[in-house]
């Protein structure tokens, strides 16, 4: 079947000269008829020269490009993508090792695949497509992780549902099955986790260096982990040798399952979880001061217009946080709320010392690791703000 075409309005063109992965639907000239959300389409100029070529939406994104060099998106385009990003892990970052089995395959945009997330788990792909049109291709997609891993992936499942919001789209095996709660390791260190019952897919994977920083800073400290959903950052902490770890989260199935990754480390007897509301838990006057605090919310934001309230908590959570950690310790604190950038998720944290009347020095800007990469002219993959901050 002919590929559809899509033109662009008079001029628009020179602004795919920036590379910018999205063309929005204000700049599209007209739509051919019986085009179908998540078709593939050509992209062309009003003299109907070739553009780019990507997977088309109703919404306000309305083309998200795969290529800017016309070729078809077929089977071979699935291997030699998928390819290439598993060669640049390898490479850059040497995932898979003996001891990280776990990490970010596929990144959207930043691997060239926007709308597309792939995690391995050991043997397993986790793949979440965030478009009709990703999904649509996603038993190539599965098929392609496989022959580019040689056998060494077993499995394939997809975990979409949540992602696409379609209810006859559901959760499933794509290739092979495995158990669903299995072991992993990161730089080391063993998790428990569930990457189908869990949040995401199964592990926040994006943390693994600032968790390394944590352990760094651990020995012989006491920290308090806030949402620490499956106890992540503790873990690290008890391994390098913290001196107590107190994990706090409001989901009660995370707990549980923190508690299994305690018992990993052998240091359990070191460690406390409790089931709370963060910020009811920091505001207890029983609550102890802490060397090390550390503050990773989910996303109190996913849209512009929740900007101004999700700010506000996070200046509310901060100031809080200040107030149990011992002169000299650190704070760790973070926000993944894209529309919260990086200039404004600092001067929020300014707002919050300064409610606390704390006096900080900046030691590091954290951000999201290096398997989940930003291409150079899509600044918004750049989602995980953090800051590692020493209280006086």
């Known amino acids: 079947m002919e590929i559809q075409k899509i033109t662009l309005q008079a001029g628009r063109e020179k602004s795919l000269e920036r590379k910018h992965p999205w063309i929005f639907s204000g700049a599209i000239r007209n739509l051919p008829k019986g085009i179908r959300n998540g078709d593939v389409v050509e992209v062309v100029a009003k003299d109907g020269s070739y553009q780019a070529t990507g997977h088309y939406s109703d ?17 071979n385009f699935w291997q030699s993508t998928i390819a290439n990003a598993a060669n640049y892990r390898k490479k850059h970052l040497d995932f898979p090792s003996e001891h990280t089995n776990a990490y970010r395959l596929i990144h959207g945009e930043g691997d060239g695949l926007p709308g597309l997330v792939v995690d391995i788990y050991g043997e397993v792909a986790v793949v979440q497509c965030h478009s009709l049109g990703m999904h ?4 190539e997609i599965a098929k392609a992780i496989i022959d580019v891993f040689g056998g060494t992936i077993k499995a394939v499942y997809d975990k979409s549902e949540e992602a696409l919001k379609q209810g006859d789209k559901k959760d499933s095996w794509l290739i092979g099955q495995i158990a669903d709660e299995i072991d992993i390791l990161e730089n080391g260190n063993k998790f428990t986790i569930n990457f189908v019952s869990g949040q995401k897919t199964g592990f926040f994977l994006d943390q693994r260096d600032n968790r390394s920083f944590v352990g760094h800073h651990s020995p012989d400290q006491s920290v308090l982990n806030c949402f620490s959903y499956t106890g992540g950052f503790s873990v690290y902490a008890l391994n390098a040798g913290a001196k107590d770890v107190v994990s706090v989260d409001v989901s ?8 299994k990754n305690m018992a990993l480390t052998k240091h359990a007897a070191k460690h406390l979880s409790v089931t709370a509301n963060v910020m009811e838990y920091l505001k207890s006057e029983e609550v102890p001061m802490y060397d090390i605090v550390i503050i990773d919310p989910p996303a109190f934001a996913k849209s512009i217009n929740k900007r101004h309230n999700a700010v506000q908590a996070y200046k509310r959570l901060n100031a809080l946080a200040l107030t149990k950690v011992k002169t000299g310790g650190l704070l760790f604190t973070f926000s993944c709320s894209q529309v919260v950038g990086t200039q404004l998720f600092y001067d929020t944290i300014v707002a919050a010392a300064i409610e606390a009347g704390r006096k900080i020095r900046v030691m590091r800007h954290l951000s999201q690791g290096a398997d989940h990469p ?3 002219f899509h600044p918004e993959g750049h989602y995980l703000k953090g800051l590692m901050l020493e209280v006086s």
Do not use: C, H, Y
């Open 59 to 75: 919404g306000s994104i309305a083309i998200r490009i795969l290529t800017f060099d016309q070729q078809p998106i077929d089977a």
């Open 136 to 139: 649509r291709s996603i038993n």
């Open 252 to 259: 009660k199935t995370a707990t549980d399952l923190m508690d």
């Open 374 to 376: 930003v291409n150079l």
